[in-house]
């Protein structure tokens, strides 16, 4: 039994020793790993580690209406050489060596930024430095770019080879240029921060997209990548703009601003029944007298409305029952008090108009008449006044598409922030002490074209991915009714009337080929605290209404801050944009074929193109290519003529020093003359000159204002 115990305690005895031994060496090889090979070690751990890389997702597109790229990612590069690569540097630099005249000829012919030998000198300089990053271009390149450079010598060999280095970046581009800019928006340069203004910033999250995740190992002194998370590509943006009525609406807009010297102006079409916007411009006057679109003025710019605003006065006290539109109010000279304030019309130096329907005053844009109307029904309470205007939701924010947007701001009697006075009440009614951004202003126009449905105006008709819908977008009602259907009967007539009615303001902006009913505006600028006349009085001009007046499919608004050149007119600055817009776009929508315009089998001869008065030379050329006859003259300047269906032609007189007549010329050749003569030209409106202050046959002084007004 002694021997067994023996025994068992001696097998022990060995396993315990053999484990203490064993725990010995595993103490013995930890701090062998920890002090005399660690530098060794970690150098593998180097080797072999593993990095997670973010995948960027492709940023998605924004299209226009008919699916016509408006903004899209395009990748772009910055090129570096890194000169410390071990392949440059191996046999004493041989492959440097060898290839750096080839590469410094290549760079020179393909940047065109520098010689050969500069770029030789540059190159032999980096890698003396061993410069990690050379930079071998200041700009990005695009892709195709790229490819033909990784062709020259050296770079063909691959990156470990010639230390070609690449950083992406995405360059977003806009293919239509300036057209619907600041609405489509832009992106920072750091694309990771994303969009900055318009629909790039609103619907930034959705046009992002979801990174991807890769792992990068270093393996034999390459690395290897393998995509772990695949990312999700942003969606795409498909909006209500039509290019075509973008660029319509742009040109009409940015050359009467032009012509008028104007700060900035706007214009915003929508389509009455959907509530999509078409087309909206933002342009504002650079320092070089050059516009671009700089800010979202249309939706943003909280400013005074001026005349357009007195329509939804009278449609207040109309839809009260407190007045009809054929009641009479009289508005005397055209002048009249309000505590120590004196309200004024356009032709109070005239004698002003008197006695006026409700309509009329509207039509002509009396100040008097409808500040009258107005005070008259709700001068005992106000807040009444200010209620119905929220009823009708002028006040009501509409979340727009387009970050900035501002709301309006209507102040109310019981509001003790605001200064409430005896004033207040008339001067609110022809549209100041309140600010409506031009947006809202075209929303409310619309709810009148619309049979009174007031609907928010939206830009994104729907959200997609790869292909598919994701999310559609439909206008969004607002107020089904803003007034009762005999207040929009009545209203609608009134605005035929601005431009059909014996008061109108707006007779030029009659079409010949479809109605079109609306409201001109013009109102001073305040200054703020300044007050309207700070530095000189400033105007803005407008008109908002809608076409064709008999089926209302579209909605417009045009708006001209601080012309500087010609005299402030709604009607004829904002109102001729409105016209130009307005027929172009119908042209362009129009349905009708070449067939529905067969010559009228009542005549058995051509008809006589239209032409103006001006130079011969021009228009031989132009009947010429007409193949048109015209009989030949010896004078430069000549009146022509239609008599019994033929051309006709009269010479001009055109003396040296004294002021010719000009009605029915063009702008061009107008212009061209009065310059001549020393004159100062100042033109109002487009088309054929119907106006001259200086009468034709008086001496030309030079320096003299000559005003031209244009039809």
């Known amino acids: 039994m002694a021997d067994k115990r023996k025994d068992i305690v001696f097998r022990f005895g060995i396993v315990y020793v053999i484990i203490c031994f064993a725990f010995v060496l595993v103490i013995y090889k930890i ?90 000198s540059a190159l032999q300089k980096a890698y003396d430095n061993k410069i990690g990053e050379f930079k071998l271009f200041p700009k990005r390149i695009t892709y195709l770019d790229l490819k033909r450079l990784k062709t020259i010598p050296l770079f063909r060999l691959g990156r470990n080879k010639s230390g070609l ?5 995405l360059r977003r581009e806009r293919p239509f240029g300036s057209l619907a800019a600041r609405t489509i928006g832009d992106i920072y340069a750091d694309e990771s921060k994303g969009g900055k203004n318009g629909l790039e910033l609103f619907f930034n999250k959705q ?14 002194n390459s690395y290897m990548e393998a995509v772990q998370v695949e990312p999700i590509d942003g969606m795409d943006l498909n909006t209500t703009i039509d290019i075509d009525m973008q660029d319509i609406a742009e040109k009409a807009l940015v050359d009467s601003m032009r012509s008028f010297d104007a700060g900035s102006g706007y214009a915003i079409l929508m389509e009455a029944k959907s509530g999509e916007v078409k087309a909206i411009v933002n342009m504002q006057q650079n320092a070089d007298k050059s516009y671009s679109e700089n800010k979202n003025g ?51 130096n005239k004698g002003g108009c008197g006695t006026l329907t409700v309509a ?25 006044f200010v209620d119905k205007l929220y009823e009708m939701k002028l006040n009501q924010p509409m979340k727009l598409e387009i970050p900035g947007t501002a709301d309006p701001k209507i102040k109310h009697p019981k509001d003790k922030t605001k200064e409430w006075s005896v004033t207040t009440l008339p001067w609110m009614s022809i549209g100041y002490e309140t600010q409506i951004p031009p947006i809202y202003t075209l929303a409310y126009y619309n709810a009148i074209a619309n049979n009174g449905k007031f609907i928010r105006p939206f830009f994104v008709k729907s959200i997609s991915q790869n292909g598919q819908i994701v999310k559609s977008f439909e206008a969004e009602t607002i ?31 009659r079409s010949n080929y479809f109605r079109i009913a609306g409201k001109t505006g013009t109102a001073q600028i305040s200054k703020g605290k300044s007050g309207y006349k700070a530095g000189g009085t400033s105007h803005q001009v407008s008109f908002c209404g809608y076409f064709p007046a008999d089926n209302p499919q579209y909605t417009l608004i045009v708006v001209i801050r601080e012309p500087r050149k010609g005299y402030p007119s709604g009607g004829k600055m904002a109102g001729s944009v409105f016209k130009s817009i307005a027929e172009q776009v119908m042209a362009l929508k129009s349905d009708s074929r070449p067939a529905d315009f067969a010559n009228d089998t009542l005549y058995t001869e051509p008809m006589t193109p239209y032409f103006k008065v001006g130079y011969y030379k021009a228009l031989n050329t132009v009947f010429a290519n007409l193949r048109l006859p015209l009989a030949q003259c010896s004078n430069d300047w000549v009146k022509s003529f239609t008599e019994n269906n033929k051309i006709k032609i009269e010479p001009l007189s055109v003396p040296g020093n004294l002021v010719p007549d000009m009605i029915g010329m063009g702008a061009k050749d107008a212009v061209y003359l009065a310059e001549r003569l020393g004159l100062i030209v100042q033109v109002e409106g487009r088309g054929k000159v119907i106006n001259q202050n200086i009468k034709a046959g008086v001496f030309a002084k030079k320096g003299t204002v000559f005003k031209l007004n244009f039809e």
């Open 360 to 384: 009329e005053a509207i039509h002509i844009s009396s100040n008097v008449g409808v500040s009258r109307v107005i005070v008259n029904a709700y001068g005992h309470n106000p807040s009444e």
């Open 165 to 169: 280095i690449t950083k992406e970046l």
């Open 298 to 348: 249309a939706v943003s710019d909280q400013v005074e409305p001026g005349s357009t605003f007195k329509v939804m006065s009278i449609m207040a006290a109309i839809d009260d029952g407190r007045v009809k539109i054929t009641d009479k109010i009289e508005t005397g000279n055209g002048l009249y008090a309000y505590g120590n304030r004196v309200m004024k019309d356009h032709n109070a």
């Open 479 to 509: 107020k089904e009714a803003i007034c009762k259907p005999q207040t929009l009967k009545d209203i609608k007539e009134v605005l035929l009337g601005v431009l059909e009615g014996k008061w109108g303001t707006a007779k030029n902006v």
């Open 31 to 120: 701090t062998v790993i920890q002090t005399i090979e660690r530098s060794n070690w970690l150098a593998l751990a180097a080797r072999s580690i593993k990095t997670n890389i973010v995948v960027k997702p492709n940023r998605g597109n924004i299209y226009a209406s008919d699916g016509r790229l408006m903004a899209s990612s395009i990748p772009t590069y910055y090129v570096y050489m890194d000169t410390r690569v071990p392949a440059l540097h191996e046999k004493n630099g041989i492959l440097f060596k060898n290839n750096i005249d080839s590469v410094a000829i290549y760079l020179s012919s393909f940047f065109k930024d520098k010689s050969a030998a500069a770029y030789k």
């Open 207 to 220: 046009l992002l997209g979801v990174p991807g995740v890769s792992i990068r190992q270093k393996v034999a």
